[in-house]
């Protein structure tokens, strides 16, 4: 990509740009869809449109290092400095990294179908000279695996060789002196095959057979980094990578191993258990593993920890709560865990930490509730079980961290009509308002975003009125960040609907001006709030105009200004 850096960058550009117009073509405003929609479709279309303007500077001198060495390919004496900075920013840093590099090379050529023969000759030659150095630099364990063979069929081969690969001693099992397939770790630190060392130890051996030393416990634990570097030898030595016992490769659930399904088995057996520090070990290995990747969160859901989770919740032990809370946090990452999360009536328990307890349990309680109030329907029961006024207490008194958790937390749970009025009776408003206004203003963004979603509900906008808000937002919109401006418009937009006091105030406040700029240089929903509320202003100012020269006239009738419509009522 670095040597075709033109050719790629234009492509992507051309999809930008095919992107952006397909949907400006969309006339969604039409459409009878919610005003949340709506404001995600214009936020897609201004990042289109940003991005379509937008280029990138491109790495100019590593380009032209990559060029230099196809020029020098055939010179000995070249800069090793160059080839080592080549290594680190390409990240081809062992010999998988170029088979991998070397097999992207032919599938681009290969989908092409172009005639390659020039390009193809120039990344060979530059990937040969790479890779004479990574080796040279930093040698693999024999040399035989510097000669192996491209795995790619039909690619250009770096080199060929047909010497059987050694296998390293650090990957073959002190007791049977065989390639491993699920090494584990014993408690000396030792890594064993797993059947090897079940065996010794069913036998009734209390030492660890490599160093003597007593074992301190029968437990193993999965050794996941080495068995990974043995499954990159393997490939890049064209060996066959060993399987483990139960693996299938057509298995839809989890690609746990059954080792590994034990494990966490055991763990979640020591959630049951009498032991305060059972569960304490537990609950912190399994928030651990909910939080390495995917296939653990599937797995540990499946053997059905979130029950036992959510029941420790409840737990007077501070730390197995907050251990708890957080594993619910990592195991929420999975989609299908969402649901299984609220149905096992876990939001009342996360509600309860909210509330009660540490610092750190607070914040990751705050954290899996915007995780879980992604799915619309878990909004409704989140707001019903009370989630909202601790969130406002978190967003008041948290640290930093905390702030933001109960900001987005807070922003997706009020999506959701019915939670609006809630957060507003709960006091989020003047917390909003302090937020905006401290000197260090590094909530502002989080809190614009907010009151803009809450000025479209009757008590918010009443509330966000009798806050003092006006002058605040003018300021907002006069020197603030181009997200921040629309947010402050937006808010400004509700406010002025029908009570001409605010029109009056935003005035005198020497809006105007802003205004102007906003529409001439704000971001698409920023001109399109601006818009609206100088046309408010506007009509104002003709309704003052026509009341001078017809006294007569009722003034209230003359001020009259239909109310928003329901189609509208949400627009932020």
């Not at 305060?276 to 599937?298: C, F, H, W, Y």
């Not at 919109?477 to 006091?501: F, M, W, Y």
Request: aromatic share 2%.
């Amino acid at each position: 990509m670095v040597l075709e850096r033109e050719q790629i960058m234009n492509k992507f550009h051309q999809v930008t740009t095919q992107l952006e117009q397909a949907l400006g073509g969309v006339h969604y405003q039409e459409l009878d869809i919610s005003d949340e929609v709506k404001e995600q479709v214009e936020l897609v279309l201004s990042q289109f449109q940003r991005a379509k303007g937008r280029a990138d500077t491109p790495d100019a001198e590593l380009r032209e290092d990559l060029l230099s060495l196809y020029s020098q390919s055939n010179d000995p004496t070249i800069d090793p400095a160059v080839l080592r900075k080549l290594v680190k920013k390409l990240q081809l840093t062992g010999l998988y990294d170029l088979t991998q590099e070397s097999c992207a090379l032919h599938d681009m050529v290969t989908a092409t179908g172009e005639d390659p023969e020039e390009r193809i000759e120039k990344m060979s030659l530059v990937l040969r000279k790479i890779k004479g150095f990574v080796l040279t630099e930093t040698p693999v364990i024999d040399s035989s695996s510097r000669e192996k063979s491209s795995t790619c069929s039909g690619q250009v081969s770096i080199e060929t060789t047909h010497k059987a690969p050694v296998i390293p001693d650090d990957f073959r099992c002190p007791i049977s002196l065989e390639l491993m397939k699920d090494p584990v770790i014993v408690s000396s630190g030792q890594t064993y095959e797993r059947s090897s060392i079940e065996k010794w130890l069913e036998a009734g051996h209390s030492t660890c057979p490599k160093t003597q030393q007593v074992l301190t416990s029968n437990v193993i634990t999965p050794n996941y980094v080495l068995r990974s570097l043995i499954a990159q030898w393997c490939e890049m030595n064209g060996v066959e990578s060993p399987k483990r016992p139960g693996s299938s490769p057509n298995k839809s659930a989890s690609a746990c191993t059954p080792a590994e399904h034990s494990t966490i088995e055991n763990l979640l057996r020591k959630l049951t258990s009498g032991s305060p520090e059972d569960r304490l070990s537990a609950t912190g290995e399994i928030r651990l593993l909910a939080k390495r990747n995917a296939d653990n969160r599937v797995a540990i859901a499946e053997a059905g920890a979130i029950p036992l989770l959510v029941d420790l919740l409840s737990t007077p032990d501070s730390r197995i709560q907050e251990h708890a809370v957080t594993a619910l946090l990592n195991l929420s990452i999975c989609e299908d865990n969402k649901r299984s999360i609220v149905t096992s009536g876990a939001v009342p328990g996360i509600v309860h930490v909210l509330k009660k307890g540490s610092m750190e349990a607070r914040e990751n309680a705050a954290a899996a509730l915007f995780s879980l109030s992604v799915i619309d329907e878990n909004k409704v029961i989140i707001g019903t079980f009370g989630a909202i006024p601790p969130l406002v207490t978190l967003l008041s008194d948290g640290t930093q961290r905390g702030k933001k958790d109960a900001a987005t937390a807070l922003f997706n749970l009020c999506i959701y009509q019915g939670n609006k009025g809630k957060a507003v009776r709960a006091g989020v408003v003047v917390t909003l308002m302090g937020l905006l206004t401290e000197p260090q203003g590094s909530m502002i963004d989080e809190a614009l975003a907010i009151l803009a979603i809450l000025s479209s509900h009757p008590e918010g906008k009443t509330t966000i009125g009798a806050a003092g808000a006006v002058p605040v937002l003018v300021n907002v919109i006069t020197s603030g960040s181009p997200r921040n401006k629309e947010n402050a418009a937006a808010v400004l937009v509700h406010l002025c609907s029908g009570d001409q006091h605010y029109l009056v105030d935003v005035q005198e406040l020497g809006i105007m001006g802003p205004l102007l700029d906003l529409v001439q240089n704000g971001t698409e929903r920023g001109r399109r709030k601006a818009t609206q509320l100088l046309e408010r202003i506007n009509r104002y100012a003709e309704q003052q105009k026509q009341a001078q020269t017809e006294p007569e006239a009722p003034i209230h009738n003359q001020l009259s200004e239909s109310p928003p419509s329901s189609t509208n009522v949400l627009e932020c």
